[in-house]
């Protein structure tokens, strides 16, 4: 499956701005899709996960409660809204699906897409 994140920009603490990652190839829909991002000089962190019905959620600490993950099966996209963007949500944004949630978390077993980049100023 070919992955391709998009959404990305400049913007204000505070702003919201929403990432879509399309898919190709194999059945997204039969596949788990998450966020995940990497900020400068550290390593890349999980963000959010969905299962591939949408019925499950997860999210990472930093962002529960400000950001939602979605994703429309029909169209072979997935969505990461983020809003009240912070600071420290500046960071190149990846999204990746693959056939488990749980190694998925862990950033393995996956397909990923090239990264868009988010930077957040005050």
């Known amino acids: 499956v070919q992955l391709q994140a998009s959404g990305g920009g400049l913007v204000q603490a505070g702003d919201s701005l929403r990432l879509s990652c399309a898919a190709s190839?194999?059945?997204?829909?039969?596949?788990?899709m998450g966020w995940f991002r990497q900020a400068p000089g550290k390593e890349r962190e999980f963000v959010a996960l969905i299962g591939w019905s949408a019925g499950s959620t997860f999210y990472a600490d930093s962002v529960k409660g400000r950001f939602t993950i979605s994703r429309d099966n029909a169209k072979n996209t997935g969505y990461l809204q983020m809003n009240s963007l912070k600071l420290e949500d500046t960071a190149v944004y990846y999204c990746?699906?693959?056939?488990?949630?749980?190694?998925?978390?862990?950033?393995?077993?996956?397909?990923w897409g090239q990264g868009t980049l988010v930077t957040v100023s005050s």
């Open positions: 190839g194999r059945t997204f829909s039969s596949l788990a």
């Open positions: 990746a699906a693959g056939p488990s949630i749980t190694t998925l978390k862990l950033g393995r077993n996956a397909y």
